[in-house]
């Protein structure tokens, strides 16, 4: 099931995600993939394309509970390769079923989240880090803004993602701040000399004020409220 809240009627739709099924290690397993095209630079803490740069695809892709490969990154340059997605891009991973993804827009911007709630819990945790990545399960964010942002304003989208993700599943009727394995991707179009490049996305500037309503929409609907 997708939710989606209805676009401006001014705003262009972005996000036009393609699912796509495969058969591995006996599951049916399910991703959406997003062709941006050329023109877009994106920020990510994604395992493959992470980072800032110019990026034309994102992959968010569905993978077993019980996942074991030591070389996603890999894995999902060939996935995105299979598909047909050609050049850098941006691949994210989770166990959870990525058909139900919750999808938003707000002035323009457009967000949809995918979110696996089985672990979940606190940021601030006396509990001790580990230097190996946890097992996805795992809350991905991918948003995407019709307009230029400078590197700083990327990274003060991403906060602000992060911070309506948290409000979302608070609202939700969830006790924490999200899962151990949580991921975000910001799109925005790359600077032109003739465009203007906003210097903030934080939750009170013109874009950062919608990317925050757009991602709280997205990532409410896909958490199923806790019963």
């Not at 993978?63 to 996603?72: A, L, M």
């Amino acid at each position: 099931m997708t939710a989606v809240i209805p676009p401006s009627r001014t705003a262009p739709e972005l996000l036009r995600v393609r699912r796509l099924a495969r058969d591995e290690d006996g599951e049916r397993l399910t991703s959406l993939l997003w062709r941006a095209g050329p023109g877009w630079r994106m920020i990510s803490s994604s395992v493959l394309g992470g980072g800032i740069g110019e990026r034309a695809w994102v992959l968010n892709a569905q993978v077993s509970h019980g996942y074991r490969r030591t070389d996603p990154e890999r894995h999902l340059a060939d996935l995105a390769r299979a598909a047909g997605a050609h050049g850098p891009g941006v691949g994210l991973m989770t166990a959870a079923d990525v058909r139900a993804y919750g999808r938003a827009h707000d002035g323009g911007v457009a967000a949809i989240a995918t979110t696996g709630l089985g672990v979940r819990g606190w940021a601030a945790s006396p509990e001790p880090g580990t230097p190996t990545p946890a097992r996805p399960g795992t809350i991905n964010i991918v948003v995407a803004v019709p307009a230029a942002l400078t590197d700083a304003a990327l990274v003060n989208a991403v906060a602000t993602a992060t911070e309506a993700k948290v409000q979302a599943l608070i609202d939700a009727g969830y006790d924490c701040s999200g899962t151990p394995t949580d991921a975000v991707c910001v799109a925005a179009h790359s600077p032109r000399p003739d465009v203007e490049c906003h210097a903030f996305a934080g939750p009170r500037s013109l874009w950062g004020a919608r990317l925050a309503r757009a991602v709280h929409h997205a990532v409410r609907a896909a958490a199923h409220p806790v019963t």
